[in-house]
């Protein structure tokens, strides 16, 4: 399979997809064709959490916990660490999880804090420091890498899998060597990996795939 006239093909079909969505004027939006975002800090941690809170759940269920955070002003790292535990618990529910995710968001402030910024966190942190985050796993910490920080990254999830298992590859293959195929065999841009990803999203979604 030529993954390249697949990309293209998905690309014809279904458009841009303006994939992480951020908060800009009233709530996160999508930006198609537009890949200046993330433009700030807050956007760039905003996609960190996001990323985290929607581990095992629907994209819906994490933006309503998002939206929680957003309204109790916990917008930077500094602020997930300064939220009580249960406090924090409380806001990300919606997401499920509740206690292992805020744990793992509070594991994930931590270094982005003593680090002195998000930006200069994500510019710097390996995919191999972010591995051994509490909480954080490859398909999380691609995701980081590629939307929060802009650095080409492909992210592997249930629908690549289901798309793509069994004929590009054995659909029990390790997550790491799905990832190495597609990097492979990509021009290594780290905007055609977040097109590509968002771009299986939604095939995914229209043949009514189950991400689970």
């Known amino acids: 399979m030529d993954l390249r006239a697949r990309y293209l093909a998905l690309l014809e079909k279904h458009g841009r997809q303006g994939w992480w969505p951020v908060t800009r004027e009233g709530g996160p939006t999508y ?24 581990q095992n759940t629907a ?21 997930v660490l300064r939220a009580r535990a249960g406090r924090l618990a409380r806001l990300v529910r919606p997401s499920g999880y509740f206690n292992q995710k805020a ?8 270094p982005v804090a003593g680090e002195g910024g998000v930006r200069r966190f994500l ?29 080409p990254s492909f992210v592997v999830d249930a629908y690549t899998r289901r798309l793509f298992g069994g004929r590009l590859f054995p659909a029990d293959a390790p997550y790491e ?7 492979e065999r990509l021009p290594r841009d780290w905007r055609v990996y977040n ?14 795939i189950d991400r689970k």
């Not at 956007?43 to 996001?50: A, K, S, T």
């Not at 994209?59 to 602020?79: F, M, T, V, Y």
């Not at 510019?123 to 910490?141: C, F, M, N, Q, Y």
Request: proline share 4%; charged share 30%; with cysteine.
């Open 123 to 151: 510019d710097g942190v390996s995919r191999d420091e972010l591995l051994r985050v509490k909480g954080i796993g490859p398909e999380t910490a691609d995701s980081l890498l590629l939307y929060a920080a802009k650095r």
């Open 195 to 208: 097109e590509f990803h968002a771009l299986i999203v939604r095939e995914g979604k229209g043949l009514g």
């Open 31 to 54: 930006h198609p064709g537009d890949y200046s975002f993330p433009r700030t800090e807050e956007q760039q941690w905003e996609i960190c959490m996001g990323a985290v809170l929607t």
């Open 59 to 79: 994209w819906k269920n994490a933006e309503q916990a998002l939206a929680s955070l957003r309204q109790a002003g916990i917008l930077l790292p500094e602020d």
């Open 177 to 183: 060597a799905v990832r190495r195929l597609f990097e």
């Open 103 to 110: 744990r793992t968001l509070r594991e994930l402030a931590a």
